[in-house]
């Protein structure tokens, strides 16, 4: 007989159908739960090597600046979420010094709660991301990589760097089945004290996610909206449904599922 819930766990990373050994799980499935768990409190603990992250962001043709937020340690880092949104001292008046302002976007890729996430897909994610960029004829600043960095640093920098916008590319808080996805949060006139209801946000950017085609397509139709209506955030939805299928070429959609929300 063959068992309907091995089929459907076929179709799903989440675990069900798991079975049992006497009153508890199997071995193999504690042991899975275990290396899920230990991946995840890696992603959140492994510190972000900015000087690699940044060469790989050159090698596309970006020129980089690093930053830091308030936060002087990963410890402190998580225990003070305010601290993570905050320019750590000098840091405003070195992207204002390092940039070219005034420009239409800010990207700042932060290690959030999986530098993992970074070290894997931010590259990559801005290799699909570029070819957009260069079609729109955006002026884009430096892109600033940010250590101890929550999604709202990006208002500061933004606003340093005299962007339109700013679109913040950060390591996801790691679930026990996905310690690598990206999230990309758009913020339209950026400036300390924007709220989390006036960001747009494309989660879920991963291999067995959101692809970074995809996630680049969709990105770049925001962003467009956003310049056009001078809005985003909740009052922004995501409709590039009919874009995405008059798109030419190959489909942008990978094996992973889609994800994309507005707020």
Same mark, same amino acid.
Not at 35 to 49: G, K, S, Y
Not at 124 to 135: C, T
Not at 142 to 171: E, H, S
Not at 186 to 213: K, M, Q, W, Y
């Given at each position: ?26 071995? /193999? ?79 700042? !890729? ?24 260069? /079609? ?7 892109? !600033? ?5 929550? !999604?709202?640093?990006?208002?500061? !920098? ?40 006036? /960001? ?60 994309? /929300?507005?707020?």
């Amino acid at each position: 007989m063959i068992d309907p819930w091995a089929r459907l766990a076929r179709l799903t990373p989440a675990r069900i159908g798991l079975g049992r050994a006497g009153s508890g799980l199997p071995t /193999r499935e504690v042991l899975r739960f275990g290396l899920a768990h230990a991946q995840a409190r890696d992603a959140v603990h492994t510190p972000l090597d900015a000087g690699a992250v940044s060469a790989g962001i050159a090698g596309l043709g970006f020129e980089t600046l690093t930053v830091a937020s308030a936060a002087p340690d990963r410890a402190t880092y998580l225990r003070r979420p305010d601290l993570g949104r905050a320019l750590g001292d000098g840091a405003a008046a070195a992207l204002a010094a390092g940039g070219d302002g005034p420009v239409d976007l800010a990207l700042v !890729v932060a290690d959030g709660l999986s530098a993992r996430a970074v070290h894997e897909g931010a590259a990559g994610f801005l290799a699909a991301f570029k070819p957009h960029l260069d /079609r729109a004829g955006w002026r884009v600043a430096p892109v !600033v990589v940010a250590t101890q960095a929550r !999604v709202a640093l990006g208002d500061g !920098v933004g606003a340093a760097l005299r962007a339109r916008a700013v679109v913040v590319i950060i390591g996801e808080r790691p679930g026990l089945s996905s310690p690598d996805s990206l999230g990309l949060y758009l913020t339209l006139d950026p400036r300390v004290g924007r709220s989390d209801a006036e /960001r747009n946000c494309i989660s879920n950017v991963r291999p067995a996610g959101l692809s970074h085609d995809l996630a680049a397509f969709k990105l770049d139709w925001l962003l467009t909206q956003a310049f056009a209506l001078g809005i985003s955030g909740v009052n922004l939805k995501d409709d590039s449904g009919p874009a995405l299928a008059a798109a030419p070429g190959p489909t942008l959609l990978g094996d992973g599922s889609e994800s994309a /929300r507005g707020s």
